[in-house]
């Protein structure tokens, strides 16, 4: 039940524009849904190459949802989902799944929370039973309440304080989103965690874990007609709930740019990130195909700009890249990184990046590089496809933060339509802006560098 980081980690899972192309209409997983009359929205991707089914839960709630003062509470929340109700008690949900023969998870992020299950096609009455119970009547002790929160600040020692490259990302996202909830870490800062109580977590509970507020996904071997009648039996049943307003602030402060420096004895090796905001995938006013695109030419890989100018022809970096992550509720981000190469300097990689940007803001992309690009992008369906979680994961996160089953599934058309001038209004909206903060992470025993492109904070 660990924590997804929210921007980084959770990109491995981030839908990609994934398509063939086709004489007629494409689409990505040939998804049905439909929704009962509680509000529970029911979601079924066909994938028929064995008895074997992905079913997930996704709640509409997630980090960026908690009250102030109260950071953590989303994820704790998840962690105290397993501690049982009346039928199955504290400790029992998993080692039912895995006695079936399957294994369960759940994450969190800052707009959702999800929880998931993989097992054999024939126990798919089993957990979805399960994920009913424990929505409807979770029951959670003082005790146990306590055990768990003791659990999450050992899970924030080990995997946030002990990690320099979380701490960093930490300070980044404070930089960044200032005043939005973004700012906070899904695991929640320390003070904070210590100070929520068994009632913080049943009233975040009642606020907002409802059908009406919910998404089942089922990936596998079945269809829909066979899903909704165990959706109806199991879930049917449960009222729905008046579900807590999801209230965000609708803008953020005045752009500005910042560097965070820091240095850590864990460190072996120095690093460079910096992150931009963008327009969210829901956001009409955005053009996330256009982006994506941007983010393969530039940094998707072996062949992008990035890679062949500063670690190829220029030796400036052992490795450097961009990633786009376009479904964020609020705002989309997109994250440059890289690692310099000796005897070059963090103030040297940082250089040859902003040098290579202002070559593409300057020069523009070819129509070549944009049909490359797409091509590129349209061949992973075959393994998003293949892959039994990576439809229910897509569509799920893609529903929890204001898309339709629609917009996925047409993918492959608005890839196919964006052009070098859309690319290049993008590149200029975020790349060209003044809204980034780039952070640059030395070993403790290494002196900062003097010169820097940027204003230190």
């Not at 306590?146 to 080990?158: A, G, K, P």
């Not at 975040?204 to 269809?223: K, W």
Request: glycine share 8%; no cysteine; charged share 25%.
């Amino acid at each position: 039940m660990s924590p997804l980081a929210r921007r980084l980690t959770l990109l491995a899972l981030v839908i990609l524009p994934l398509a063939l192309p086709s004489p007629a209409r494409a689409e990505v997983f040939g998804a049905e849904t439909a929704t009962l009359k509680n509000g529970l929205q029911v979601v079924v991707v066909p994938n028929h190459r064995g008895p074997v089914i992905h079913h997930m839960v996704w709640y509409k709630v997630g980090a960026a949802d908690e009250p102030p003062g109260k950071s953590g509470l989303a994820h704790l929340l998840e962690h105290l989902m397993f501690k049982g109700t009346e039928k199955v008690p504290a400790g029992e949900f998993s080692k039912i799944v895995a006695r079936n023969g399957g294994r369960d998870n759940a994450f969190t992020g800052s707009d959702y929370t999800a929880y998931h299950q993989t097992i054999a096609r024939d126990r798919l009455p089993l957990v979805m039973e399960l994920e009913a119970d424990r929505l409807a009547n979770l029951r959670l002790a003082e005790e146990d309440f306590q055990t768990e929160r003791q659990v999450v600040l050992e899970e924030r020692l080990s995997r946030v304080e002990n990690e320099p490259a979380a701490l960093l990302a930490e300070r980044l996202d404070l930089a960044l989103w200032v005043t939005h909830p973004y700012r906070n870490p899904v695991i929640g800062w320390e003070d904070e965690i210590k100070a929520l109580t068994r009632t913080d977590a049943l009233a975040f509970h009642a606020a907002h874990y409802a059908p009406n507020n919910a998404i089942l996904v089922v990936a596998g071997d079945v269809t829909l007609d066979e899903v909704l009648p165990l959706a109806e039996k199991f879930f049917g049943p449960i009222p729905a709930a008046e579900v807590a307003e999801r209230t965000r602030p609708e803008r953020l402060p005045p752009p500005a740019r910042a560097t965070i420096e820091m240095a850590h004895p864990r460190v072996a090796q120095a690093s460079f990130r910096r992150l931009y905001p963008a327009p969210a995938a829901s956001d009409p006013t955005g053009d996330t195909p256009a982006l994506e695109v941007l983010g393969e030419i530039l940094g998707g890989g072996g062949s992008s700009r990035l890679y062949r100018r500063l670690v190829v022809d220029d030796a400036v970096a052992t490795t450097a890249g961009l990633w786009v992550d376009p479904h964020g509720r609020d705002y989309a981000t997109v994250g440059l990184y890289g690692r310099p190469r000796p005897p070059h300097t963090l103030n040297d990689l940082e250089a040859a990046m902003d040098a290579e940007i202002s070559r593409l803001l300057a020069d523009g992309v070819s129509a070549e590089e944009v049909a490359g690009a797409i091509d590129k992008l349209t061949a992973r369906v075959a393994y998003a496809r293949d892959d039994l979680a990576t439809g229910a994961e897509v569509l799920g996160r893609a529903l929890a933060t204001g898309s339709t089953v629609a917009e996925v599934e047409a993918w492959p058309e608005r890839i196919a339509e964006v052009t070098p001038q859309r690319v290049m209004a993008v590149a200029r909206a975020v790349l060209g802006g003044e809204r980034a903060v780039t952070g640059l992470l030395r070993p403790a025993a290494s002196a900062p560098e003097t010169s820097a492109p940027e204003a230190r904070q």
